[in-house]
């Protein structure tokens, strides 16, 4: 599986922008980008996910690198509810393949 | 519409003993994985079910199994239990393909 690599831990200001960073410099040209995220004391909860263009939906951005060896994840105004750790995952989009590879993903503290 | 369900919630059990744990899929899925996520680390595929059958497994013992039933939902059965099986065990539901993965919040396990 491919790696992805993560700060472990950020911190944001509430009502600001908050910008996480993903490296993944040996993504296959088939692999999607997702990003999960795991608020206390619950499961993981799908954020958004994308091949090679900028993704918008109602909870986050994802900007893609042009190589496709980096992208960000942008939370354009932060609340405390968003204070969660945040997984960057590779995920062939095979038939049937439903397997995610959680790293230990970035833990994003906000302050009120 | 509910969402991923799992029973029970918390259960605690002695070394060497078997543990059964129950997942109810989100309604319109098919597909059915489960995760191991120790304290402090990302969750850890264990396997998928798709048609009754697993699809694919992680790197677990065979002292994990599982069942899907006809109507999609799911069985993890750990047999044997170790000290180190302590964790939360998620289950996910899926559509097949490249659909977003649903979470429950997870049964905790605590193997004494």
């Known amino acids: 599986d491919a790696k992805t690599t993560q700060p472990n831990s950020m911190e944001s200001n509430e009502e600001e922008p908050v910008h996480l960073p993903c490296n993944h410099s040996?993504?296959?040209?088939?692999?999607?980008i997702h990003w999960y995220r795991q608020l206390p004391s619950q499961g993981p909860e799908y954020v958004i996910h994308?091949?090679?263009s900028n993704v918008n939906n109602r909870m986050a951005s994802l900007a893609i690198a042009e190589d496709r060896k980096s992208s960000t994840l942008i939370l354009h105004r932060a609340t405390l509810r968003d204070a969660a750790v945040y997984y960057c995952i590779l995920r062939d989009p095979n038939f049937g393949n439903e397997k995610l590879t959680f790293g230990t993903g970035t833990r994003l503290t906000i302050i009120p | 519409d509910a969402g991923v369900t799992q029973s029970p919630t918390h259960l605690i059990k002695t070394r060497g003993q078997q543990v059964t744990l129950r997942c109810s899929p989100k309604s319109g899925h098919d597909t059915v994985s489960w995760y191991q996520q120790a304290l402090g680390q990302g969750p850890q595929f264990i396997f998928q079910y798709y048609e009754e059958e697993e699809r694919q497994r992680g790197n677990f013992p065979d002292r994990f199994s599982g069942h899907q039933f006809p109507n999609y939902s799911s069985e993890l059965n750990v047999n044997a239990l170790l000290l180190g099986d302590s964790a939360l065990y998620l289950c996910?539901?899926?559509?097949?393909?490249?659909?977003?993965?649903?979470f429950g919040n997870g049964t905790r396990l605590t193997v004494t």
């Open positions: 040996t993504i296959s040209g088939t692999d999607y």
């Open positions: 996910a539901s899926s559509q097949t393909g490249n659909s977003p993965l649903h």
């Open positions: 994308g091949l090679t």
